[in-house]
Nanobody, 124 residues
Framework: QVQLVESGGGLVQAGGSLRLSCAASDRTFGRSAMGWFRQAPGKEREFVAAIRSSGGTTLYADSVKGRFTISRDVAKNTGYLQMNSLKPEDTAVYLC?????????????????WGQGTQVTVSS
């Protein structure tokens, strides 16, 4: 069982930046794909970005492409989401997830483990 803990959320003005972290409890995280998703009040969970275990394959939602960057540090057992040029519509709870089959998918159902999330609020 992999436990994931997100951090780095907060309140930021439009145009600002935040860096989210996802710390994993188990070394098997290094062999798993990692995804970032977000969920705004009253809306469904939405894919943001994914990265496979090698770090060489990434996938982004069109809405964040060119603004967000997903990465991971295997030695630290941690993943990251660098968010630049933030917009009010980016406001949501951001959750990281791990896929033990290393698929790097945008599909929520492909992920086995989830963190509790960290709130990101972007003011206009």
């Amino acid at each position: 069982q992999v436990q994931l803990v997100e951090s780095g959320g907060g309140l930021v003005q439009a145009g600002g930046s935040l860096r989210l972290s996802c710390a994993a409890s188990d070394r098997t995280f290094g062999r798993s794909a990692m995804g970032w998703f977000r969920q705004a009040p009253g809306k469904e969970r939405e894919f943001v970005a994914a990265i496979r275990s090698s770090g060489g394959t990434t996938l982004y939602a069109d809405s964040v492409k060119g603004r967000f960057t997903i990465s991971r540090d295997v030695a630290k057992n941690t993943g990251y989401l660098q968010m630049n040029s933030l917009k009010p519509e980016d406001t949501a709870v951001y959750l990281c997830a791990a896929d033990r089959w290393d698929r790097g998918s945008s599909y929520v159902g492909r992920y086995d483990y989830w963190g509790q999330g960290t709130q990101v609020t972007v003011s206009s």
